[in-house]
């Protein structure tokens, strides 16, 4: 799924020019079974294709001779100030890329004047990465455990960290099929084999951080739930997943999540317009075009081509969000203009931090907000909020 011209050997995070060059970089560092957790979709990965596919489709108009001499990316997310409409997506287990992780992360996005959204799944805890970033934008992405006792405290304690906005993702009800993975036999915690001498010694940098980490640090644990003592069986992730989430969360379940928080609340996952009506009607503050990196259920459209429709089903009373491929500032612009008044990224921003921890991700973002603001003077434009569906060829 190369996006980009093939990076030069040898490069180096500062000669970076594209996402993909970072890409190039996190993958010299990390073994072959932890980038195709990163990398990987559901079965086929068909999902996963198709939403790079249908960006690279899409074909801009742009006008001549009309002065963008003064442009500017800045913008809001749920009346928060962004310097871009850009935004980090809940990404758990980032300790895989580095030990320091969500927290990197996390600090880099208050750098950069954009949110960050801390993962449930994350494995510094959502009250460490509070304390990190004590006065940037924070969200808080949940899954909806079996045990509800679990699923409401996690929630008080975001909400007595700060965190702004509660992302509610929807489109893991189980886990999914990540073919990849089970070629690799990955698990959480990661069991090395014989089988896996091969790729662990063509990466013993990776090897000693991640043992260092496990012993001294965090390691590959659920921070929120208990951290290391948490977790004492190495299982599949898909098993992992589905001890513990809950497939039968239905809309009740989100009115009573409302209930246990004051502030916005988003509802991740959504690829139907149907289901974004239905948000929208029981009062969700913005609806997260999502389908999950092509993560999840194969066979799923591409976010950009059902982002329309779920525009048009909001109507104007949420915002609407979308991630899944964005990998150019580019592919921002063509969002925007499709009616997504932010994008989120996924993968890229981990590839930053296995590339070189919070300055990689710090790279990723200044990567794209530069594209960005080449886009738009190339198109004519000077704000990202005038683009809209006639900057493209329908
Ligand atoms: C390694 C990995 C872990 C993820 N973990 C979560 C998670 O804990 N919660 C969640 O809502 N989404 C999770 N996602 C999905 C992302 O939030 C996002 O929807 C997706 O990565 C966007 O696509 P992109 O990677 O092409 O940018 C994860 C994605 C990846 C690649």
């Not at 700060?162 to 509610?168: H, N, R």
């Amino acid at each position: 799924m190369r996006n980009g011209t093939v990076p030069p050997r040898g490069l180096e995070l500062s000669h970076a020019v594209n996402v993909e060059d970072v890409r190039a970089i996190a993958n010299r560092r990390l073994p072959a079974a932890v980038s195709d957790f990163i990398d990987g979709g559901g079965e086929g990965e068909i999902t996963l294709h198709r939403n790079r596919h249908s960006l690279d489709a899409i074909m801009f108009r742009p006008r001549a001779l009309s002065d963008a001499s003064t442009r500017t990316l800045a913008t809001t997310m749920l009346g928060t100030p962004v310097s871009a409409p850009l935004a980090l997506a809940p990404v758990g287990l980032a300790a895989l890329a580095h030990p320091l992780g969500e927290r990197a992360a996390a600090l880099a996005a208050a750098g950069a004047g954009i949110v960050s959204t801390l993962s449930s799944s994350s494995c510094w805890s959502l009250e460490e990465v509070a304390e990190a970033t004590p006065d940037a934008p924070k969200w808080f992405q949940i899954y909806v455990w079996r045990d509800r006792g679990i699923t409401s405290d996690v929630v008080q304690r975001a909400r007595a960290s700060g965190y702004k906005a509660l992302v509610v993702t929807v489109d893991v009800p189980v886990g999914a099929r990540r073919e990849r993975d089970l070629h690799n036999g990955f698990t959480i915690p990661p069991r090395p084999t014989w089988r896996h001498t091969g790729d662990m010694l063509g990466h013993l940098p990776w090897v000693a951080r991640f043992g260092w980490d496990e012993m001294f640090g965090h390691g590959l644990t659920m921070g929120n739930f208990g951290g290391k003592a948490a977790v004492t069986q190495r299982m599949a992730f898909m098993e992992r997943v589905n001890q513990r989430f809950d497939p039968g969360m239905t809309w009740d379940d989100l009115e009573w999540l409302r209930s246990l928080w004051d502030g916005p609340m988003v509802v991740k996952g959504i690829t139907n317009e149907r289901d974004a009506a239905e948000a929208v009607a029981r009062g969700i503050d913005a609806v997260w075009v999502s389908n999950h990196g092509g993560r999840q259920l194969d066979g799923l459209p591409a976010t950009i081509d059902v982002l329309p429709a779920v525009v048009d089903a909001v109507d104007g009373k949420a915002e609407v969000y979308m991630d899944g491929g964005i990998r150019r500032g580019s592919d921002i612009a063509k969002a925007l203009a499709r009616g997504a008044r932010i994008c989120m990224i996924g993968r890229p921003y981990i590839y930053g931090l296995a590339a070189k921890g919070q300055a990689g991700v710090t790279k990723v973002i200044e990567l794209l907000k530069e594209q960005l603001d080449n886009t738009l003077a190339l198109l004519g434009c000077a704000s990202v909020e005038a683009l809209d569906q006639d900057w493209l060829r329908s």
